[in-house]
């Protein structure tokens, strides 16, 4: 089955405990992207990779970083995590090409304590 | 930066109504996408608009682009409970970068 996958889906953790969220895709997509879903802010996209080694910043990229060392993976890291950055994350991913749409994956909820 | 803005936040109405949900955005674009979202679920697609004058259908859900506005419409025909979810715009601003709308919550009563 075509998917993306996230690993946790749920996480508590304290205050500057580094952390990793997983994602995984296995419809060989190029492009993979981070968002961050808060109340009446919609999504707001972090960090997006075009492919193997290529990454950039989104709209929110302070206090993240990812990488992409593999096609099929994108880690999100908090290094320091805060209390602000609590929220529903969601990892995506989309063929190469204009207009494609995004697959996304079933989301990973974080609290920060 | 682009800025996008979805109107009605919140909308309730009755089964068999029509209505309409308004994107609006701030740069040019002609790439929009919608998305519905169950609560406590992920996103999924719902059309992919690619350029001015744009209009997809499915079921009761038609989306149209007017690029030169800077507006994208969901037209909701004869709503039913199904279509209960919250939907969201998006822009693809460079075919990299992606702004959201806010969403707009809708709940469709019997």
């Known amino acids: 089955e075509a998917q993306v996958t996230q690993n946790p889906r749920y996480l508590i953790t304290v205050t500057g405990k580094k952390l990793t969220v997983t994602c995984s895709q296995n419809m060989n997509h190029e492009y993979m992207s981070w968002y961050r879903q808060d109340p009446g802010l919609g999504l707001r996209q972090i960090y997006y990779s075009m492919n193997v080694e290529v990454t950039d910043k989104g709209d929110v990229p302070e206090g993240y970083k990812v990488s992409r060392k593999e096609k099929r993976n994108f880690p999100l890291i908090l290094e320091s995590p805060s209390p602000n950055q609590t929220s529903l994350y969601f990892c995506?991913?989309?063929?190469f090409g204009r207009g494609e749409t995004q697959y996304f994956g079933p989301g990973t909820r974080l609290l920060v304590l | 930066e682009l800025k996008v803005e979805q109107n009605p936040l919140f909308l309730s109405m009755q089964e068999g109504k029509n209505y309409t949900i308004y994107c609006n955005y701030s740069t040019t674009s002609d790439r929009l996408y919608w998305y519905r979202q169950d609560p406590g679920k992920s996103l999924e697609s719902l059309f992919v608009l690619l350029s001015n004058g744009a209009v997809k259908q499915e079921g009761r859900l038609m989306a149209s682009l007017d690029t030169k506005a800077r507006l994208s419409t969901l037209h909701i025909t004869a709503a039913v409970h199904d279509l209960s979810a919250t939907y969201f715009c998006?822009?693809?601003?460079?075919?990299?970068?992606?702004?959201f709308g806010t969403g707009t919550s809708l709940t469709v009563i019997p």
């Open positions: 995506a991913s989309r063929p």
């Open positions: 998006a822009v693809d601003l460079t075919g990299n970068q992606f702004y």
